[in-house]
């Protein structure tokens, strides 16, 4: 099972990545999911960024795989891009409502790992502009 710290985390998944279908869910996306500290996941990220990235290049074409910026691919830049971010805290907001106050911000959840699955080429300028929002590209989704 996927560890989720709260069940309404699973619901939220299931929504986005399955259309609601949590079996589903288990079934093709455990290997998307990391929940170990992201300082960690970071640092084996930057690890093995430059294997990912080549091997991404490889499976699209060269292609990116979010034209979500108007200037999409103009710098011919490439990275990759976690479909599920390492940590968001956008959860907590939407589901929990928590607020920042004025000393500190909503805390994040470590969420995305760093399987291939769980990563796309990206382009620098859509990357940039992505930031953490969780945004599912078109036939993006992992198989
Ligand atoms: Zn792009």
Redesign the pocket.
Known sequence: MIQFQHPEDREFFANLLTGGDQEKLEKEFSDCFDFRHPAIKRWEFNKIKRKLLKELILKHGGK?Q????LD??KDGKFEPDHIIPLSTNELNKKLRHMARTSSEKVPSQSFGSNDIKNLLL??K??NAYKKHKLIMPNGANPK
């Not at 979010?66 to 910026?69: C, V």
């Open positions: 990116c979010l034209r979500i910026h999409c691919s990206s382009c300028r859509c």
